[in-house]
């Protein structure tokens, strides 16, 4: 396992005495881009910080410089002059990030505004799938009318009873002054999507992996703490801020000193590649029927794995055409789609892009492919169907395509190998099978074409025909790694399943009723199922983790209602008990409500919980899992392959898919 892995694990395991997952998914791929470099782009918004700018991928202005800035561009509640900031990467959906959002407003109490200041930053995580529509509209409500209405915003959704929803959202922005029809103009106008990728790729760069993430003068706090843990790192920071006061420091430079002085850098880690020694590590990346520019006979193969609506793809492609214009015959291009999953209107775009193709070839496919990436077009539907029209496609033929996804497959082809080779963020790029991440200087670029050219023109002497370069080199390439296998003890009989019952795929799902986490990934069983009918039987298994009160109560109530019940009984109380939007639903009367909802005897239901007359069944699945280490939820495991945490459906499609082929 790499150093890098090594990390990931250990801040994993930190966040399961927060969350409930030891396997969130990795930081949203853009972020990870934030080493990457480019032309700078416009600011944010009339009513943003008129000094601040996007450097690269940063937000940067004179307000507060060092690791973790602060400028005008953010929202902040407090004075910009208070000793102690607190700078929070905070996800509208997130349940945790809900909770400390109270905290923090107990602290402001607390500590008042000349002492504290609170600063929001966006970190919306991949399988939100309302939190990054929800950031920008929040970031449009900031430069339309400023932090006040954003603070409005904010706490209508984190005060609301009920999830986010639109509705929910909808309720937020008449609360701020804003009417629901013109937040789609003002996300626009505002260029807030670009707030909110810089504020991702800052996280990137400051090594934050889930939310709620909280810098206090530097001090990284994950999750979401008691009051008295914030506490105890603000009294000494206001001692600290003091002790510099005395020394002379202004109090507009405090912050910025404290930041400095306290903040650890994430550890450097090298590309997994790279570990292996000079980093010309040789990937096996398959061209197949992917679209292509260049000759069959260049020397270099550039794959690249690439997202429509992510700002460093669109970045990176004026360095690619001038690479193009550069190497000539010497380079072909090959496009890969990666949309990734926080990113709505990618994959539509790629569904156009490949109907161009499908309708009038390779040509009109790259014709659509520089409108989709010129610009700052909102890839909407009426974008798209522009797009078409001017291509002079059949524009009925691509709405139709995009409407049923009819490229899907193509596309999620490309995702999974993506997924493969550890291509997690856009722009991959895989030159003659060699790994480069991100929108880089062009000097990378060339710095590996340049030995690749040198290598294949070598190969072309010693008889290797020029078209036949890129095979012979991957011929001698790495595959990718199968994912992890473990050996979980055999599904005991009669427990809950649903699905095929004779489905050569079964997944046990080791679950906790607490974990919002199992929530998102119950439905991704369901979407699962459906999309391979008659193959796959999925397994509840149960995992109430240590810190979640009401989970183990939760899972011998359902274990009662597939007693009373059978099958049926035991989902109808699955559903009911992933419903719920806090835990205090989850307590004894709620579970006798529900029991009562589902016709359950009553006397009974209660009998079993009192005497908990199921615990031994729940402590043996967790055995289970504990046999095979997984310590967090949700964990599943598929004919034998682990999936962690709350993946998206494709992920868990890709891993089917290979169990299917090998029990064929």
Known sequence: MSRRAIAAVAWLSLLF????????PPPPPDASQAKSSGASARQPGPAADPGATFDGDVMVADGDPGPVPVTRADPARGSRLAPVTIVVFSDFECPFCKHLGGTLRQLEQRYGAERLRVVWKNFPLAFH???????EAAMAVFAHAGPKAFWAFHDAIFTADERLSPEVQGNALRRAGVTPGQIQQLVQQSRAAQKVDADMALAGRLGVNGTPASFINGVLLVGAQPAERFAEIIDAQLAAAQALRAEGTPPEKIYAALAKKNFAPPAEEPDDAEEEGDGSMVHLVPVGDSPVRGADTALVTMVLFSDYQC???????????????????KLRVVWKDNPLPFHPRAEPAAELAREARAQKGNDAFWQANDRLLAGEAALDDAALEAVAA?????????????????????????????????????PHFFINGRSLVGAQPIEKFQAIIDEEIAKAEAMVVAGTPRAKVYEAIQKQAAPPAPPPKVSVPPVPKGHPSKGAATGKVVIQAFSDFQCPFC??????????????????????????LPFHPEAQLAAEAAMEALAQKGPAGFWKMHDLLFKVSDASNLDRGALEQHAKSLGLDAARFAKALDEHTHRAAVEADAQAARSAGITGTPGFVINGYLVSGAQPLAKFKKVVRRALGEAN
């Open 390 to 426: 001017d291509l002079r496609l059949n524009v009925d033929a691509v709405k139709r395509a995009v409407a049923s996804h009819k490229h899907a497959a193509k596309i999620e082809a490309d995702v999974d190998l993506a997924d493969d080779l550890g291509a997690q963020g856009t």
């Open 17 to 24: 005495a927060l969350a409930c997952s030891s396997a969130l």
């Open 311 to 329: 700002p460093f793809c669109r970045r990176v492609t004026p360095t690619v055409e001038k690479l193009r214009a550069q190497y000539g015959d």
């Open 519 to 544: 929530a998102r990934a119950a439905a991704t069983m369901d979407e699962l199922i459906k999309a391979f009918p008659g193959k796959v039987r999925v397994v509840y298994r149960h995992l109430p």
């Open 129 to 135: 799938k309302q939190a990054r529509p929800t950031a």
